[in-house]
């Protein structure tokens, strides 16, 4: 998004709403294809891909300020992918549990909302410092 070190958090926020906006569009069409034979329920993953640019969750050796400014997000990418594609427990084929997805896309959407709320954050305390 940006190229100056300052927005490092902004950055990684930024990529991450991305992701979980496209989870969301997932999750939505799994709902909509929940009557769909043979239809198998997809996913995103995000979050995996992002803690290994980041260092990894046990990285104690740097700070988080210092893992974010140097992460590399050209190569943090969503991924979409099949899940349980040859696992199905309904004689349709198809595997969308819609409670499952229900809990998913609310889950999603909080997830979706904490970000949004840490970006409008980052540009206020960077805004209280250019006053």
Known sequence: MFSSGAFGYIDV???ATNSSWLRNEVISSNIANVDTPNYKRKDVSFATYLNSALGGTDNTTSTLTQRVKSVDLSNVNSNVYTDNSNLSYRSDGNNVDIETENVELASNQ??????????????????SVLN
Do not use: G, V, W
């Open 110 to 127: 909080i997830m979706y909302n904490a970000l949004i709320d840490s970006m409008s954050n980052e540009f206020s305390r960077m805004k």
């Open 13 to 15: 926020l930024n990529s």
